[in-house]
């Protein structure tokens, strides 16, 4: 049951400035829906909010502490959830599917970060400003598995070394 991070990571490690991420690729999030389609994902709010709607052909399960807060969908293409916590998202997630996606934004990938047995990164090669920073690749803890070259980014795939330890740097 394979639980991934994905993410489009700046070179300096930023993902976002609390808001919106710093860049958009339409080949990025072609393979984002790609990749995430008929598998649940967990995200926090401020990542839900930025993205602005709820994502078809997926289960997107909410961290909120305010559920009462979500309109969750009803016109039957998405499905969504909410969660009080990590933990509660991903035993969730988990009765949903064997595959689980974690979505952002930086505070869930840093809870998440042990749980993670892959990482599934759009890597940019360009710094961005913000404050919201994905967790630093220990090399003694991940293995790069591929790299794919775009141009102005790379899509990046990172599998945990079994025994490395699991707490973000």
Do not use: C
């Amino acid at each position: 049951m394979p639980v991934i991070a994905i993410a489009i990571v700046a070179d300096n490690g930023v993902i976002g400035d609390g808001e919106r991420q710093p860049f958009e690729f339409a080949e990025d999030w072609a393979r984002y829906k790609e990749v995430t389609l008929g598998h649940p994902m967990i995200m926090g709010r401020a990542t839900f909010e930025a993205i602005g709607r709820w994502l078809p052909g997926r289960a997107t399960i909410v961290i909120t502490r305010n559920p009462d807060r979500i309109e969750l969908p009803t016109d039957g293409r998405a499905t969504g959830y909410t969660a009080g916590s990590y933990p509660e998202a991903l035993e969730l997630a988990r009765s949903l599917d064997d595959t689980v996606f974690v979505a952002g934004g930086g505070r869930v990938y840093a809870e998440s970060w042990p749980d993670l047995d892959e990482l599934d990164l759009t890597e940019v090669h360009a710094s961005a400003e913000g404050g919201v920073v994905f967790p630093r690749i220990d090399p003694a803890q991940w293995r790069e598995t591929r790299r794919e070259p775009r141009g102005p980014f790379d899509f990046v795939g990172y599998e945990r070394i079994r025994g490395a330890d699991a707490a973000p740097q």
